[in-house]
């Protein structure tokens, strides 16, 4: 079983992962402006900090997508610190 990289394509600040194989699919995105207004961003509790960073998985998808794609979510979670202790 390969590392899963080769399925991953960069497009400008996103990740895209498709595997033809088994049809899963899902972006990682990056977008590090903030919103123009304080009013357009969701409330981020204190100690937290936006990241810019967001994970896009269809719902309306097999269990399978989810097991797929969490080994990604987690090694970029791992690799810039955003896990909780």
């Known amino acids: 079983m390969g590392s899963g990289y080769e399925s991953l ?5 996103q ?3 498709e595997n033809p194989k088994t ?3 899902f972006s990682i995105d990056f977008e590090p402006k903030a919103p123009e207004s304080p009013g ?10 936006d990241t810019g ?3 896009n998985l269809n719902y309306n998808r097999p269990s399978y997508f ?3 794609a969490m080994p990604f979510v987690e090694q970029v979670a791992a690799r810039f610190g955003l896990t909780c202790d």
Do not use: C, H, K, Q
């Open 9 to 13: 394509t960069r497009n400008d600040a």
């Open 15 to 17: 990740l895209w992962y």
């Open 23 to 25: 049809g899963v699919y």
């Open 40 to 49: 357009d961003a969701p409330p981020i509790p204190d100690g937290y900090f």
């Open 53 to 55: 960073l967001s994970f």
């Open 66 to 68: 989810g097991f797929e």
